[in-house]
């Protein structure tokens, strides 16, 4: 599977070699040393991650990827501190991290809106919890929902919203603690395909206009690649880093860029990462008929 | 009667045709009664005396089989002797419609046989006493048991297992000794009613608890709650409509286990006005408290239901009753 005319996905421009120098140069919000987890199962212990280390600068939006089941949701539940980690260090701002806190923002992939509180109250839940009074809380909630364009709902309950629209105040209900760090896992998963690429753009704005670093779950090739900076490549059993990818797509990012050079080159390399060839002609029963597929198909010609 | 209760709410709303069908269920079982009770050939194994005639122990009003009035018949005809005349009717335990619609009335407006008994209204009234404070001790107690018992895997497997055990026997069987140790009034009563609702309503809303979302109660740590306040701010509130609804479910229960308790000790409430009815014959009463005693169930639970609807306007089970 040569990728023929594609550029390496380690080609990067000047511009974007320079913002990545810009990035190195920023404090680290999160470092993770080492970090295993393991889970009691029957008959023995799962390893759900194994000596899982990196690092991410402030603003930085980094995206997890990697195949079902390889310990993307238990990486972010633990930094989240849901989960106790086996062995291993999760610092935030240099101190090691000891339980769920306000520091860290947490969006699920359900909808984790609490179904009795209107809009408004579901935003001002964090706050009111950190001590702020009933009207300080309010006037953030509704500064919040001004910005994701909710206001007119916020007396609505979230049954009421569209998928999107509940992820949105999820975001909202995260961010109006100011969290160092918003931990997303696969948010838009359950959302439709035109909902989900509307949402992307969407948490784009809100990460540019606000001071708020991102790591982002996603098994979507290239819903990692439009939003990230940096893309975390696990291997499932157990959970490894495979690689650590700088994204050479220029930014602003549009989704005209779907179709770059850079952005197949990259997409090409996930691929292979997530896919690799040899596990494929294990599954493949019908390999007498793959070949010809291949020679029908070029990558860098796009459909779009 | 459970699963019609917490149905209820449902068979108010929906197309025409299907409340139709709600109409017909009550009509059709009055309209089988109407029949029995008033077309003559279709039962009426008894003969209604209305003239003795010359038969020494026949006397007006009374019922006798069929085949024995007709032997007397004969007899009086072989005599000689003045024939007695009645008409067909049912046996007594089986009063008309119309005979138990008038009582509905009249056993509130009639004096107790017995000097000093209570009205009906006040027999109903002790009833729903009697119901509420069984309840909400039960409750007072139960509703906090099963949320810790929900929310604590530790505080579960400490209470649990006994209590399942204990869900097993059954509550008139303390009869006695509610009445040894809390005399023969209104407390071996309450007990009974406890005990026939406290068990399960500890195990259900303990499950109810353990339903909840777990994401809720992460998404909320998340955001900074500890504690208590974990309890107090998403738990129950997360719970409040399904606990809702197995309340009423249990006050279901709580209403079966009233005519048991009430022949517990001195004898009292509906139970105690439905067996004096029953001992001096008036099936017509008899029939009228339980038809009441249904009303009284049933129109608690839609009202409860129509409540539900209007405390917990997020959720949508609560629509469908
Ligand atoms: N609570 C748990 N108890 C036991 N094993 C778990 C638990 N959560 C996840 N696992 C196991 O850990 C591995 C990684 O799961 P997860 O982090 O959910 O993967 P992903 O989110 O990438 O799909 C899987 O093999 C899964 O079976
Ligand atoms: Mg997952």
Redesign the pocket.
Known sequence: MTQSGLPSYLEQSDAVRERFARIREREVILEVRNLHKR???PGGE?E?LRDVSFRIHRREFVCVI?A????????IRTLAGLEKHSAGEVLLDGKPVDGPGRDRGMVFQGYSLFPWLTVKRNVMFGPQMSGHSFDAAERQARQWLELIGLSKFADSYPHQLSGGMRQRVAIARALVNQPRILLMDEPFGALDAQTRSRMQSHLLDIWRNIDITILF?THDLDEAIYLADRILVLKP?P?EVLEFIEVPVPRPRTPAQFSSPEFLATKARLDALIHPPEAEADHDDDSGDKPSIYRLTDVADSVE | MQAFLSRSGAWLKGPASSRLLVVASFVLPVLLWALVSYVPFLWHPKVLVEEVGGVDYFQVGMRVDRAEFDDQVKEMREAGEALPAGRPANPIYLPAPHEVASALYTAFTTAPEQRGAPWLHESLWHSIQIIFWGFVLSSALGVPLGILAGTYAGFSRLTEPFIEFFRYLPAPAFGALAVAVLGIYDGPKIAIIFIGTFFQQVLIIANTTRKLDRTLIEAARTLGTRGSRLITRVVLPGILPDLYRDQRILLGWAWTYLLVAELIGTSSGITFFITQQARYQHFDNVYAAIIIIGVIGLGSDLLLAALGRKLFPWDQAQKRG
């Open positions: 889970y009691p199962a799962t759900a990697g079902s089941g390889c310990g993307k949701s238990t990486l779950i059993h959970g």
